[in-house]
T-cell receptor
């Protein structure tokens, strides 16, 4: 079992650009959540996807959008990048019903905005 | 709103010392409470959890008790090892283990041999 995988590992962009981050959930999981972790801070919830729809959303602007595919994998898109978007982006997956009642986290994508 | 406050780090201990990391929360209703650990270069891992008042979560020698009267969920371990060096995050969720998690800022623990 590969666990939660994320790509790429690191990414460098410039202000104003757009970025797409990818996540493959743990086998058997159908729910994917995204978090932003700024340096020295705890992760902050961005949104959660289930059945290809956004179920919950945190306090993030519309520049942050997502998508979930039929195979449960997910993308996080950020438009018009700001310096403050530099952070570690974490993906977590969980089974909505059944299975261990726990969110499993991937290793994250480190985004640097210059 | 819902929030988590945990003690500032870093915390440096000698091997076999007793560990306490304080965590208090503010939430409406009856949240579930969690401790996650982040080892260097790795993703977050669930360490333990408690879903109702007076529950005690435990794992790998760590334990924490859900205290509703003091809105606290302090992490303790009787004898730390060098391998426990990591960043520890307290978190809550109002929607069980699959709901969105609200994290504290994290406490870095360094254990010296």
């Amino acid at each position: 079992d590969a666990g939660v995988t994320q790509s790429p590992t690191h990414l460098i962009k410039t202000r104003g650009q757009q970025v797409t981050l990818r996540c493959s959930p743990k086998s058997g999981h159908d729910t994917v959540s995204w978090y932003q972790q700024a340096l020295g801070q705890g992760p902050q919830f961005i949104f959660q996807y289930y059945e290809e729809e956004e179920r919950q959303r945190g306090n993030f602007p519309d520049r942050f959008s997502g998508h979930q595919f039929p195979n449960y994998s997910s993308e996080l898109n950020v438009n018009a990048l700001l310096l403050g978007d530099s952070a570690l982006y974490l993906c977590a997956s969980s089974p909505l019903v059944g299975g261990p009642n726990e969110q499993f986290f991937g290793p994250g994508t480190r985004l640097t905005v210059l | 709103g819902n929030s988590v406050t945990q003690m500032e780090g870093p915390v440096t201990l000698s091997e076999e010392a007793f560990l306490t990391i304080n965590c208090t929360y503010t939430a409406t209703g009856y949240p579930s409470l969690f401790w996650y650990v982040q080892y260097p270069g790795e993703g977050l891992q669930l360490l333990l959890k408690a879903t109702k008042a007076d529950d005690k979560g435990s794992n790998k020698g760590f334990e924490a008790t859900y205290r509703k009267e003091t809105t606290s969920f302090h992490l303790e371990k009787g004898s730390v090892q060098v391998s426990d060096s990591a960043v520890y995050f307290c978190a809550l969720s109002r929607w069980g283990s699959q709901g969105n998690l609200i994290f504290g800022k994290g406490t870095k623990l360094s254990v010296k041999p």
